[in-house]
């Protein structure tokens, strides 16, 4: 399982490309939480971003997230802080009301493609249409890249986040670096 | 790619779903009442038609729920989708 050393060496390791920016984010707070009707409300006060209703969209306040993964499922995020103290006081607000939160901040690592192309780049391992239209700024989704699931969440016209899993990050960013060589 | 909509998400490429078997198979309330023949059709034994076919599919890349769809097992053309829980669509008409 690469550690974030590791993952920062091979990210330190690429060559830059205008066209399509690829680089680590650093440690951030993730919660996986469950629940139905009545946690969704006092979760989301309690995190600080209510947690959003419509279909692959993500909520933000300051710099957390909450992201749609599915119609019972969120992804908290909340980079660069600690997951205990944010489980505390969801779980405090959730007394009672069935639902599931796991600390999963280091299951995963976020990785930024950012640049013009950035959008053909993440197409030659996800099948999904990114144009503006059909992904448009504030979505965000589980999907396919390669071989390996990633969210993917679209900040800007040419800004995207994703997060994948610790193990399949190597091959993520080596599947992204060799997507974009065209462009060196 | 084949493309299928999925009731939350909308259309989304086939890669990301999984097939799950038939649709709107109940289990039966009380196994052991049950003989062996109406067990093993409950386990086993599947309508298998040529042309509209209600099946479950999971959208396990993607917002990870189950639900159904009628799909005509002829053409693979899929007529309609709907969330798990909901009855099977009315539909009319064969292969197409
Ligand atoms: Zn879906």
């Known amino acids: 399982m690469p550690d974030n050393a590791a993952l920062q060496r091979l990210s330190e390791g690429l060559r830059p490309i205008e066209a399509v920016r690829l680089s680590l984010l650093g440690p951030a707070a993730?919660?996986?939480f469950r629940s139905r009707e009545a946690g969704i409300g006092p979760a989301g006060e309690a995190f600080g971003v209510a947690l959003p209703r419509e279909a692959n969209r993500f909520g933000q306040s300051?710099?957390?997230?909450?992201?749609?993964l599915g119609p019972d499922e969120w992804l908290l995020l909340a980079p660069g802080e600690d997951a205990a103290p944010l489980a505390a006081a969801i779980e405090a607000a959730t007394l009672g009301v069935p639902h599931a939160l796991v600390d999963v901040s280091s299951r995963s690592v976020g990785i930024e493609i950012a640049g013009r192309e950035a959008a053909f780049a993440l197409?030659?391992?996800c099948?999904?249409?990114l144009s503006l239209a059909a992904?448009?700024?504030?979505?965000?989704?589980?999907?396919?890249?390669?071989?390996?699931?990633?969210v993917l969440v679209r900040l800007g016209p040419e800004l995207f986040h994703l997060d994948v899993w610790r193990s399949f990050a190597p091959y993520v960013i080596g599947y992204l670096d060799e997507a974009r060589r065209e462009f060196a | 790619m084949l493309i299928i909509n999925c009731p939350w998400c909308g259309a989304r490429p086939e890669i990301e779903f999984r097939y799950g078997g038939e649709a709107h198979i109940a289990r039966p309330a009380d196994p052991s009442a049950l003989s062996d023949q109406e067990w093993a059709d409950f386990l086993y034994n599947r309508t298998n038609p040529k042309g509209r076919h209600a099946e479950r599919w999971r959208h396990i890349h993607g917002c990870g729920r189950y639900f159904n769809a009628v799909r005509d097992t002829v053409s693979d053309f899929f007529?309609?989708?709907?969330?798990?829980?909901?009855?099977?669509p009315d539909i009319a008409g064969e292969t197409k």
């Open chain 2, 79 to 88: 007529v309609a989708t709907y969330k798990a829980g909901e009855p099977r």
């Open chain 1, 127 to 129: 099948p999904l249409d």
């Open chain 1, 135 to 150: 992904f448009p700024i504030g979505m965000c989704t589980r999907t396919l890249l390669g071989k390996a699931e990633i």
């Open chain 1, 30 to 32: 993730r919660l996986a």
């Open chain 1, 123 to 125: 197409n030659q391992g």
């Open chain 1, 62 to 68: 300051g710099s957390r997230f909450a992201f749609w």
